[in-house]
């Protein structure tokens, strides 16, 4: 394969894996999972889900940071490597800021909208480009809208010292600097959260532009996760993924799911009679956010007022709930969890990860940052309420123990016991340890797999059906990595094979790719599933078997 590094638009020439050695397919586990979620009956507001028809994955990039191939990499190992690239040489030296670039691109191609969607807003590297990418877009002169949505997330709850998240109003005056009073931009930033203990927020990382092409996954803003200890840094990097899609149609529905945050912040904005709510829940921050926040610039002036428009009303999630009619075609299947904003009980990407597993054939293999969190499943095991549902990590660990007793090969990859996705959260003055306690030993996430999972004992100790490993990205480490002798693993990733019964072959293979975590809470999350055998196998080189072969 060849890959064209150019300024600007990634191009791809050359074949990837060769169209004869896969056939494009709609594969059974695929219209399983859309039977489970059909079957699910989920309200309207619950229904975040849809099913487009991909006329190419050659052109998904696979946006993984850090991507070391050797200790000491050179231009020339880009040739080797299968990641659509910008800077061969910035890619190889700083690997997450080839991430930035792409997401800088992405938003200056607006003609219409641009979405964006992220845990908190950090100074650092990604609202530099932000605020870069929308004064270069206001040269276009058009009257383009743009939403940024994050979670208000509560400072002192993760006894967060080294990472202060900046107000709603502050960033949107961060952000327009460039942009001129005459320009016809409209701008807003919404933050929130809300639920029991206030313990749901947003936690999707999306960025969609015009309805169109998107950039879906895990990749925070948090500056601690691009500098010396995170996604740049050659001494504790943190692992993550995203994938961009161009000219696939995936941004409305991701925008739909937006749509519906911004209902909720707008309520709230409007409805004073829950301020004393809001308000109380503000003291679980240092500087005292409220639980939401709505911020408008217009004009050249920053408003606390005015609600943008709905960028997706015209699309109807229920309308895209079809099956995979063409068994010529690759698929993807958007999947939202909404949270507090609609029904934290069950939610579409819940559904649909548990469903994968449970139809997988001969494999599933999981990346997450934490496989289960006992100190939030303890908090919420007393929860009113909350013990009448079965949430969506002993869901997983059930599914997995379900997978290994019916003789599949689960391969688990998760952070190490002390690793954590850069400065967040960290405590300086608490040393290094993990003050937000979602890391675990493989010994500990084999109890958790006997405990909540219901696994038999002799299975978990059974190598021919389990495997645990950190990821230890030992390309990476130097002398100056002793105090890090765990790095961290941010991605959330599933894939699995589909076998057709009737014909006993292997008919296709899943990979889902997005923000959701398995351990309990609330958040709303997005994420695709890509059913394809071609891009399931360029992933698996690219992601899976490079990281899993340098974890330990």
């Avoid at 949430?391 to 016991?417: D, N, Y």
């Amino acid at each position: 394969m060849k890959m064209n590094c150019v300024t600007g638009v990634v191009t791809i020439t050359g074949v990837l894996l060769g169209h004869a050695a896969f056939h494009a397919s709609a594969s059974t586990v695929g219209q399983g999972i859309i039977s489970d979620l059909q079957g699910s009956q989920f309200s309207a507001k619950r229904s975040v889900w849809s099913v487009n028809k991909l006329a190419s994955t050659d052109a998904i990039g696979i946006y993984q940071v850090p991507f070391f191939r050797t200790a000491q990499p050179t231009v020339a190992d880009c040739s080797k490597v299968v990641e659509p690239c910008q800077d061969e040489k910035l890619l190889l030296t700083q690997p997450g800021m080839n991430f930035v670039r792409q997401y800088n691109q992405l938003i200056q191609s607006a003609e219409g909208y641009v979405d964006i969607a992220s845990l908190d807003s950090q100074d650092g590297v990604m609202l530099d480009n932000i605020r870069a990418a929308l004064t270069a877009l206001a040269r276009k002169n058009k009257p383009i809208t743009v939403r940024v949505m994050f979670g208000s997330v509560p400072e002192l709850l993760n006894f967060r010292v080294q990472n202060s998240p900046k107000s709603a109003a502050d960033t949107l005056k961060y952000i327009t600097q460039g942009i001129p009073a005459s320009s016809p931009m409209k701008v807003y930033v919404g933050m929130y959260r809300s639920g029991y203990l206030g313990r749901s927020w947003n936690h999707a990382k999306i960025l969609s532009v015009d309805g169109d092409s998107v950039i879906i996954g895990g990749v925070n803003f948090l500056d601690g996760d691009f500098k010396s200890r995170g996604y740049v840094s050659d001494v504790n990097p943190v692992n993550d993924m995203s994938l961009g899609y161009r000219g696939a149609g995936l941004g409305v529905p991701a925008s739909k799911f937006l749509d519906n945050q911004w209902d909720l912040v707008c309520k709230q904005a409007k409805d004073a009679e829950k301020s004393v709510l809001w308000a109380a829940t503000a003291l679980w921050t240092r500087g005292g956010r409220p639980s939401w926040d709505l911020q408008r610039f217009q004009n050249g002036n920053v408003y606390e007022t005015g609600c943008p428009d709905k960028l997706a009303r015209t699309f109807d999630f229920v309308s895209n709930h079809t099956q995979q009619d063409d068994p010529s075609a690759d698929y993807a299947i958007s999947l939202g969890r909404l949270g507090d904003v609609a029904d934290w009980q069950q939610d579409a990407s819940d559904v649909a990860q548990v469903s994968m597993i449970q139809r997988a054939n001969s494999y599933v293999r999981i990346s997450q940052q934490s496989l289960y969190n006992n100190a939030l499943s303890a908090l919420d095991a007393n929860t009113p309420g909350y013990r009448d549902v079965v949430p969506f990590p002993r869901k997983i660990l059930m599914a997995l123990c379900g997978a290994m007793a019916r003789g599949v090969k689960v391969q688990v990859m998760t952070s190490g016991e002390k690793g954590h996705p850069g400065a967040y959260p960290y405590s300086p003055p608490l040393g290094r340890e993990v003050t937000y306690p979602a890391y675990a030993s493989i010994s500990e996430l084999k109890g958790y797999l006997v405990t909540f999972g219901g696994c038999q004992r002799g299975l978990i100790d059974d190598t021919r059906v389990l495997e645990i490993r950190t990821n230890w990205n030992k390309a990476a480490a130097t002398a100056d990595a002793a105090s890090f002798p765990h790095f961290p693993n941010h991605s959330k990733v599933v894939m699995v094979d589909s076998l057709n019964k009737a014909t006993g072959q292997v008919d296709g293979r899943l990979v889902y790719v997005g923000s959701h975590n398995t351990y309990d809470q609330s958040h709303a999350e997005y994420g695709v599933i890509v059913d394809s055998q071609r891009f399931a196998s360029r992933f698996d080189e690219e992601f899976w078997q490079y990281n899993w072969n340098n974890a330990r």
